[in-house]
């Protein structure tokens, strides 16, 4: 079963930077809407970013102008760039992928935590 893969996540202080990275075990066909989400402790999991094959992007109101969607259309992959980073940023970040025929994909997650 095709699974998503994140890496880049890790403990750093306010202020800082991190990227997370996401890949494909095996190859998704049709590919559409790549996105990011996080899920904080005791919250219910909610967008970060997305951006489509046109690259055309969208991002939460908590995260414009630090965060940065891009992804590589050839290796299928999509990255969260993040900058300025606050405590409340702390949650486990997944990635997804949704395709053409509307189905989605999700990785295990990759902890982000960010020490004030």
């Known amino acids: 079963q095709v699974q998503l893969v994140e890496s880049g996540g890790g403990l750093v202080q306010a202020g800082e930077s991190l990227r997370l990275s996401c890949a494909p075990s095996a190859s998704i066909l049709l590919v559409n809407t790549m996105g990011w989400y996080r899920q904080a402790p005791g919250k219910q999991r909610e967008l970060v970013a997305t951006i489509t094959t046109g690259g055309s992007t969208n991002y939460a109101d908590s995260v414009k102008g630090r965060f940065t969607i891009s992804r590589d259309n050839a290796k299928k992959m999509v990255f969260l760039q993040m900058n300025s980073l606050k405590p409340e940023d702390t949650a486990v970040y997944y990635c997804?992928?949704?395709?053409?025929?509307?189905?989605?994909?999700w990785g295990q997650g990759t902890q982000v935590t960010v020490s004030s």
């Open positions: 997804n992928f949704a395709t053409l025929g509307h189905r989605h994909y």
